[in-house]
């Protein structure tokens, strides 16, 4: 049960929101921590699907190994998510608070999933804007998501940083870098180390940032719908059948 504001929903409808269509994940369970009549923190436990077979490409640690087909046994620990909701003002806000992913399972699009069933959640809630604190892969993974820089500053160190990276490879500029995903989506077909030099550049380079989200502002959502998309496409490639 969420009951916050004039807000409520029951556990089914928790269950229905959270229901994804992501081919190794049997569910994401919500599981309260704390609750008070303005505030609940909760994790997101993702469940496995027994007998889904997947090209695994990394250790769970995120080193590179030689691609294996395996086939997970329903018992895997893939990871889970720590969110907090409370109300501010008579308005509902979010916060991300942490993701702990094994790595053996990224570039499968789960992380992914899990933020769009998340995202229902929200919306069933009203919630008016999602705040977070981008470290670690989350640098270039949130940009993706449709987060945008909290500080103008951070904005123009990672425009300057970008451009001067650009320019010492010879490589094409942005027209404008304005918003966080100018830089992670920045020519997708130019590859560095076999990641486009959006993604290579901010997971080298890019400073740790703050990040919100609009849930009612459409340039948010269409960001993160079309990084979506991609990686709808690109996890058929490492999940057979």
């Known amino acids: ?43 997101l436990v993702i469940e496995p699907r027994a007998g889904v077979r997947y090209y695994q490409q990394r250790d769970r640690f995120g080193r590179s ?25 008579g308005e509902i806000y979010a916060e991300n608070q942490s993701f702990f992913p094994n790595q ?9 999933a899990l933020y769009e069933s998340q995202e229902r959640l929200y919306d069933a809630l009203g ?13 270039y993974v949130w940009a993706r998501q449709g987060f945008d820089f909290v500080h103008a500053s951070t904005l123009w160190s990672v425009r300057d940083g970008f451009a001067s990276f650009l320019k010492g490879r010879g490589l094409p500029l942005p027209q404008h870098i304005e918003r966080s995903w100018d830089v992670a989506n920045h020519r997708r077909d130019i590859l560095i180390n076999q990641d486009p030099v959006g993604k290579y550049w901010m997971l080298n380079n890019a400073p740790s940032w703050e990040g919100y989200k609009l ?13 979506r998309l991609e990686m709808k496409a690109k996890r058929k490639e490492r999940i057979p059948g």
């Open 104 to 112: 053996e399972f990224n570039d499968l699009g789960i992380g992914s």
């Open 127 to 139: 919630v008016k804007r999602v705040d977070l604190y981008a470290v670690s892969v989350g640098v």
């Open 215 to 227: 849930m009612n502002d459409s340039l948010f959502r269409e960001v993160a719908e079309k990084s």
């Open 65 to 89: 190994i030689q691609p294996t087909l395996k086939t997970l046994t329903g018992d895997e620990e893939i990871g889970e998510a720590y969110r907090r909701l409370y109300v501010m003002s």
């Open 1 to 43: 049960m969420i009951h916050l504001t004039n807000k409520r929903l029951n556990e089914r409808e928790v269950e229905r929101l959270l229901e994804t269509d992501h081919p190794m994940v049997a569910k994401f369970s919500l599981v309260p921590l704390s609750v008070t009549e303005n505030h609940i923190s909760f994790k």
